[in-house]
């Protein structure tokens, strides 16, 4: 993670959940500032002052990430205050599952928000959508995972999805199993890279395989991956 002066980071749907996991772990890493996005503003403000290893500067923003002029004042206020953004993760988890095309709004309102506050920088950034797989149509977030690395590409964007749960599904069965392209790419950065180049949309992971863990791991630039969408049976210490 450390491959960055003073990065910054965002994560929505910071106040509990999957969100809120992220936000803790990231604390320690984002030190040119963290920025926390929910809607619950006392619950949000309560996970801020919570967190173990917070950075100097930590922002909470209150508004719906699925709210395209609220998004608008957000990246007024990160430009005026942080001058750019270098990690978001977009957290949804199952407590606050968003039914039909709430989900694919929101998380794409999420990178088109954060791309435009990260096509500026030299070194790009990276957005995780980090998901309760209950809380996802798989079919719908391979699509939508996709499209957001392929348009974020031009400004040197990445974008991926790790789905914490149980997820059933064919699709997944058909894919390498991630301990195995461990072994042959000898650690997790060269298998994350493995599936970048070779395109496998969807790797499920067993349970030893902690999801914040390759939250940072897609996070860093140490990982070329875009496009990709991780499934991790184990859920997070929330």
């Given amino acids: 993670m450390h ?5 910054v980071a965002l994560v ?19 030190s040119g500032g963290l ?9 949000l403000s309560a996970t801020a002052d919570a967190l173990p290893s917070p950075p100097e500067r930590v922002s909470t923003l209150a508004f719906d990430a699925a709210d395209p002029e609220a ?4 990246q007024n206020f990160i430009r005026t205050q942080y001058g750019r953004l270098d990690w978001a993760v977009a957290g949804v988890d199952a407590e606050r599952r968003l039914e039909g095309a709430a989900l694919p709004r929101a998380t794409l309102g999420v990178a088109n928000a954060v791309t435009q506050l990260m096509k500026d920088n030299l070194q790009g950034g990276t957005v995780v959508l980090a998901l309760s797989a209950h809380a996802a149509k798989v079919d719908a977030l391979l699509q939508l995972v996709r499209v957001a690395a392929k348009e974020g590409a031009a ?3 990445r974008v991926n999805a790790v789905l914490s749960g149980t997820v059933e599904s064919a699709l997944w069965r058909r894919d390498p199993d991630f301990t195995t392209l461990i072994g042959e790419a000898r650690d997790e950065i060269g298998a994350l890279n493995h599936i970048a180049a070779h395109s496998i949309p969807l790797v499920r992971c067993g349970a030893s395989q902690d999801i914040l863990r390759l939250v940072r791991l897609l996070l860093s630039d140490d990982s070329a991956v875009s496009g990709a969408t991780l499934a991790v049976d184990a859920s997070p210490p929330l």
């Fill in 3 to 7: 491959t960055r002066l003073n990065p």
């Fill in 155 to 157: 400004h040197k964007v």
């Fill in 12 to 30: 929505t749907g910071a106040a509990g959940g999957i969100g809120a996991a992220c936000a803790r772990s990231l604390a320690t890493y984002a």
């Fill in 35 to 43: 920025i926390m996005v929910d809607s619950d503003e006392a619950a």
């Fill in 71 to 74: 998004w608008k004042r957000a």
